[in-house]
């Protein structure tokens, strides 16, 4: 113990400075100073460290001695606070009952790996491999670029809640399509929305998109993507628009759309779509510098996780990080009727017809459902006169068990079934 004692605050000392430089070089180095205010906390943290390894020095020995068992004690707690946090994750805690369930039905293997271990397998026989990063991740940054879409002709990885894995082929912008159908005369439909619309989480030939290219025989164009909001979604149109679309699709999921507005028109350049009619980020001719900025996000996060056990994540993210934003209630009527009138205007100069999709999520039917937000949008969309097709109305509400076309009936996006029935209605009350 006397060893331990002449060492613990010199000890004490170092680790603290190398924290505080640690974190400074990741918030300063790492992310360009783009997320101070994620940072903030954690040179709170190291400063605090800082003033208590001082602070040793000057104490007596009994007192450090007590110091010394407290600290490891801690130390340990955390540990194994991060170890129960881990083994609590619905990664670990879903996926025993969804396996039972897949491997029955299907007969084939659950697949259990994790999304980076999937990358690390795939690269082995892909030339071209990504991770998903969705545009909301750019939201707190001030980077001068911000993309709507993810890495070009790359096979990417989403994520896996119905025994497989999500895995798509993105085209030339970024997007889930087969990248020959934007060579198409004439595009039947042109999507927009989050992940519903990007497919999570069902490969093609399953997924909204692809399903309508088969009823129709026709060119369809996705530019939906995970995170999406309002916002979000009418730059998207700003960007990728062309003059041979027919029907464009805009899709609203009720859980969160209103959230993630909340958090976008905090962005100043998403802002300037709202602001200026002109503004373009002229993405369609910038994809190697979004390729190449969405590689070092990816390069970050692969290295992250590494090490995130070691690093507390999972104890950082409960202790320190504020209050998740799907906690709370947002209805931002102003700016969303905004966004909707701008859509409207848009799609009418582009000779388009604007049809509106709203999605019901898995808590309607698992829980009492609350539909304020739900009378207001209606309320908004049919002020606007825009066509209002109501997926719970015309599927959900139709179903015994409407819970069926969720994932073995637990929470996360719809089925092969789900995403069927919904294409299906789409097309029928969209194709006079």
Known sequence: MN??????SPFCLTVSLLLLLFIFYKSEFSWDGTRRNYYFNLYLVSFLLLIFSIFTFFINQKLKEY??????????????????????????QNIKKRKTIYEKISGKKYDTRTRLEVYEDLKKLEKKVSIKVSPKHHLPNNHKLFPLSSIS??????????????????????????????????????????????????????????????LTNKSVLNLGYSGNGPLIEYASLREYLNPNVKKVLWFYYEDNDF??????????????YLNDLTFSQNLKSKQEEIDSLINNII???????????IKLYKTRNKLLKKEKLKNKQFSPQPHFKQILKLTKDLIGKNNSKLYFIYLPGYNRYKNDYDNTNYNLVKKIINELDI????????????????LKLFPFEMFGHYNVEGYKKISKTIYRLSSN
């Open 153 to 214: 002709n790359s096979k990417t990885i989403y994520g896996n809640e119905n025994g497989y894995y999500f895995i798509y082929q993105s085209d030339r912008y970024g997007f889930n399509n087969p990248n020959e159908e934007w060579n198409s005369k004439e595009i039947e439909y042109l999507l927009v929305g989050d992940s519903f619309v990007h497919g999570a989480n069902v490969n093609r030939p399953n997924d909204i998109s692809s399903v309508l290219r088969t």
């Open 67 to 92: 110091l010394i068992i407290l600290s490891f004690s801690l130390v340990v707690s955390l540990y194994l606070f991060e170890g129960y946090l881990t083994f609590k994750d619905s990664h670990y």
């Open 387 to 402: 066509p209002f097709i109501d997926i719970h109305s015309e599927v959900f509400k139709k179903e015994k068990n409407p």
């Open 299 to 309: 390069k970050k996060s692969i290295s992250g996780d590494n090490l995130k056990f």
């Open 3 to 8: 060893f331990i004692k002449k060492i613990f």
């Open 259 to 272: 959230i993630d507005l909340n958090e976008e028109i905090k962005n100043n350049i998403l802002n300037n």
